[in-house]
């Protein structure tokens, strides 16, 4: 195929999934107990979207592909010496807080900055990926807003495949209610792609990959611009972990004749 | 004083979703308890359908826009639309659904209109003239309240937040407002719809029950075997005599994506949890579940859960589910089926 993307691939990182989350309330609003402790991952829809832009770069000979991630420096460096192991990537790093609670609009203004400023970047040819939900935010609100800072007005959400075609369009599946997918046909770049789970499973660590990737990552991370967040007017209250303790009855002693009959009368009630 | 503008896409036949009546609710309430002017937005290939099955909503005006080219939910065009109908009903406060046409394209239209935007959002309260909503953040296991001062303020409502508006149909005259779609807008063309064939269809939002099967389906069982062929046939079985929709543990989608043993028909759609999808149902039964509290945040929405699981701490079921049977699944959903089946 001779029609080459320029791949850009927002993702952040969000505290490991299996750690306790508990909110505070500092001097600039809501955050999470030991935040800066927590070990981070990278936001996992969005890791989907980077493992399909860097197989979507194997597809189509010249295409190119940058990692664009808002967060604190130290921490993204932490996950990088990982990430940086999966895949071929050029890294451009935004130091700044990238908690939930951080309005997703101003994350989108310092990302598109970013994304203007990147090296060499045709975009007449850029396809910008992420997750379509952060496991942080989890508003599925900043890629559009991206998108339409970059004046891009092709978008999909929810992607779960791409696939291009000889004359430079794509065809994008997304997902709709009810477990359906909606087919569309792009006529090519540029457009949004904010990715689900895709279809690919995730790349083994080659070391070899990340030692090429860690020589430029450093010097992107010491380059790494500041974005200081606003409250521009967004208040938070009673933010709190949600009840979810049940008084759980345990049932040991019944055959499962017994079990499978109460079962079924229960599913049976109104 | 506030403008509310219920925006709301229609469906093929011109009319409203469930869960687009259920925003309505939610505009309608808030417009009294606020005092406020409330305005419907309708757009799509048709919308008389829709403007008359709501006219009694209280509503002070309806616009409208309508035409072919909007039948496709396609990011350019909606966008437009919705511009053009927020920018004529000067809202400050805007109502939509959950639904993926509006998720895909509000937080652009924000963007244009230099306002704001919350999305997944369960509550909306007004006290003292005061608007607040409450949302989850990282994915459900946080909830907060968010007030803004900013304007206008898109808020997308979570499907069966709201109970759904209910009226007497009426006739009503829709204000059109001009929309120009012009050739730019027009590069993706939406195809269709891809649908898992009707004895693969696992997913059913609207079922009774939802059914949470677990990487223990996969697992070796008591004589030393692992017993997937005879797991697959168990829980098509139940799917089919109950009609209940298939959730599952990430644990067991993985599988799946590493080509290990697994169940044919399990996907990433079945997938409850953090990474998953939120379903809402009034019943969830786990099965061979383990895992993390993460993992388990699929179960927020589930009013009354049970668990089968041979682990009495298991995961999925201490303090998560009403009554935990500590028991072997296999042979439990054997006799449930074989129940169920004589029925």
Not at chain 1, 41 to 60: F, N, R, S, T
Request: hydrophobic share 40%; with cysteine; proline share 5%.
């Amino acid at each position: 195929m001779s029609n080459p993307f320029h791949v850009v691939v927002c993702a952040s990182i969000v505290p490991d999934p299996l750690q306790t989350l508990e909110p505070v309330t500092g001097q600039t609003g809501p955050g999470l107990k030991n935040e800066m402790m927590l070990p981070a991952i990278l936001d996992p829809w969005a890791a989907h979207a980077l493992y399909e832009g860097a197989h979507l770069m194997k597809q189509v000979a010249g295409s190119k592909l940058w990692l664009v991630s808002l967060a604190p420096r130290a921490k993204l460096q932490q996950v990088m010496m990982t990430v940086a192991q999966k895949v071929p990537l050029q890294l451009v790093a935004v130091d700044g807080p990238c908690g939930g609670f951080v309005d997703a609009h101003h994350t989108a203004a310092a990302l598109a900055n970013a994304i203007r400023k990147i090296e060499g970047i045709d975009f007449s040819r850029l396809l910008l990926f992420g997750g379509w939900e952060s496991a942080s935010r989890s508003a599925g609100v900043t890629l559009q807003l991206v998108g339409e800072r970059l004046g891009i007005v092709d978008q999909f959400q929810g992607v779960d495949s791409i696939k291009p075609q000889e004359d430079g369009s794509f065809e994008v599946l997304e997902r709709i209610e009810g477990a359906r997918h909606q087919v569309s046909v792009c006529a090519g770049p540029p457009a949004v792609l904010g990715w689900a789970t895709g279809s690919l499973g995730e790349p083994r660590n080659d070391p070899q990959v990340g030692m090429l990737n860690m020589r430029a990552i450093m010097p992107a991370l010491q380059r790494a611009a500041t974005a200081a967040p606003s409250a521009d007017g967004l208040q938070y209250t009673n933010v709190v972990t949600p009840k979810q303790q049940r008084d759980t009855k345990i049932v040991k002693d019944k055959t499962a004749d017994e079990i499978a009959r109460e079962i079924v009368q229960w599913i049976g009630q109104e | 004083m506030d403008t509310i503008l219920f925006l709301a896409h229609t469906e093929a036949d011109g009319k409203l979703g469930k869960a687009g009546l259920q925003a309505l609710n939610a505009a309608v309430e808030l417009n009294k308890t606020l005092g406020a002017t409330l305005v419907v937005g309708l757009y799509g290939a048709e919308i008389d359908p829709a403007g008359n099955a709501i006219a009694n909503c209280g509503a002070q005006k309806f616009l409208g826009v309508a035409g072919p080219e909007f039948a496709q939910p396609r990011y350019a065009t909606d966008a437009a639309v919705c511009e053009a109908l927020l920018r004529a009903s000067t809202a400050t406060i805007v109502l939509a659904a959950g639904t993926s046409r509006n998720a895909r394209v509000l937080a652009g239209v924000t963007q244009r209109l230099n306002g704001c935007i919350d999305t997944h959002v369960t509550g909306v309260e007004a006290t003292s003239g005061s608007l607040t909503i409450t949302r989850p953040f990282y994915r459900q296991r946080i909830e907060g309240s968010v007030a803004r001062t900013r304007r206008p303020w898109i808020i997308l409502l979570d499907p069966d937040a709201y109970t759904a508006w209910q009226g007497e149909a009426g006739s009503i005259q829709v204000q059109q407002v001009e929309c120009s779609v012009p050739e730019a807008l027009r590069r993706t063309t939406v195809r269709g719809i891809v649908t898992p064939p009707a004895d693969q269809q696992t997913i059913r939002p609207d079922a009774q029950l939802l059914f949470v099967a677990g990487a223990g389906w996969t697992k070796k069982q008591k004589d030393g075997q692992v017993h997937v062929g005879e797991a697959e046939t168990l829980i098509l079985d139940f799917l089919k005599y109950s009609k209940a929709s298939l959730g599952s543990s990430k644990s067991l989608v993985d599988l799946t994506g590493e080509n290990q043993t697994a169940l044919r028909f399990m996907s990433h759609l079945n997938q409850v949890g953090q990474t998953g999808a939120s379903p809402r149902h009034p019943k969830g039964l786990s099965t061979c579940c383990h895992g993390e509290e993460p993992h388990t945040v699929g179960w927020r929405f589930i009013a009354e859960r049970r668990a089968i699981n041979l682990d009495p701490n298991c995961g999925w079921a201490r303090g998560k589910a009403d009554v935990l049977y500590v028991a072997d699944a296999f042979e439990v959903m054997s006799k449930v089926n074989a129940l169920l089946g004589s029925k």
